[in-house]
């Protein structure tokens, strides 16, 4: 780690932990709609919570928006992948304390959800009336891969269009993957190049600035891993080949680390759309 960004790193953690407020334990038992984009975001998310409110009795129904097909795509059929990643999902939803019938699977095309977010509005909009959760947890929407943008904009779309009221819990999966986060070579390029990506990373001051709530998630770290340990594709090579792309390889597991901290962080806002 090079001293710039070590120092800019531990600068920022240290302010962070200073701003951001616990989420109050008794939100804990307040019932709960989750939406993924993909098989194995819920567990990097928000497993932990999902876990804490299951336990404490809440009513959690998790929503898988895309079938995850395409993400060893050269390595195997993409309709063998999909399976593969349903399977993984009930087993890492069981660990989480989910019944099957608490699961979801709205098998969009991955990749592609874009394609489809008419639709999926319709979907979310049914689901939230007959479901009427108190709060909703979808991916943040400043995620830089569209499927993820696209759930944030769907579940927007149906809970203004219905103007529902919620509260809502934005969890980040890939803003880690960015420096200072993870190690990045900024120099690449050229200066011009340099500032362009620093820039684009917001220097980390997105996280101070959206994220400044959590949930402690000390007691439910096991069972975390234990979840995204399910995810075999993506944690473990399924075929004998070093490029198979696994979570672990991601920045030499700095990218996987982040999620297995003792806390979830989230932005929070309560939506209630004027009338």
């Known amino acids: 780690m090079t001293s710039i960004r070590k120092l800019w790193l531990s600068t920022y953690k240290s302010i962070h932990r200073r701003v951001m407020k616990p989420i109050s334990e008794s939100e804990m038992g307040r019932s709960a709609l989750v939406f993924a984009p993909h098989e194995d975001d ?19 129904i998790l929503v898988f928006m ?8 050269k390595f195997m059929p993409e309709t063998v992948m999909s399976l593969i990643r349903a399977a993984e999902a009930k087993n890492a939803s069981k660990k989480l ?19 489809f977010e008419r639709e999926a509005v319709e979907k979310a909009k049914s689901l939230l009336e007959r479901i009427r959760p108190e709060q909703i947890l979808i991916p943040y929407a400043q995620e830089p891969p569209a499927d993820h943008a696209s759930t944030n904009r769907i579940l927007i779309a149906a809970m ?96 996987l680390n982040y999620f297995f901290q003792d806390r979830e962080v989230f932005k929070i806002s309560q939506f209630s759309p004027v009338l």
């Open 66 to 73: 895309t079938n995850g097909s395409s993400s060893h795509r």
């Open 97 to 115: 304390g989910l019944g099957e019938e608490q699961v979801h699977f709205w098998e969009y095309p991955d990749g592609r959800l874009k394609l």
């Open 42 to 60: 819920e567990v990097l998310g928000c497993g932990g919570t999902i876990y804490k409110k299951r336990k404490a009795g809440a009513q959690v």
């Open 160 to 255: 203004r269009q219905l103007r529902y009221v919620a509260t809502v819990y934005e969890y980040p999966i890939w803003y880690w993957d960015q420096w200072p986060w993870i190690d990045r070579d900024l120099y690449q390029g050229g200066l011009r190049s340099f500032f362009s990506k620093v820039l684009s990373t917001g220097l980390g001051f997105k996280l101070i600035q959206d994220f400044k709530s959590y949930i402690p998630i000390a007691d439910a770290l096991e069972i975390k891993k234990e979840a995204i340990n399910q995810y075999r594709s993506q944690m473990t090579r399924l075929v004998a080949d070093p490029n198979w792309l696994t979570l672990g390889d991601i920045a030499c597991g700095e990218f």
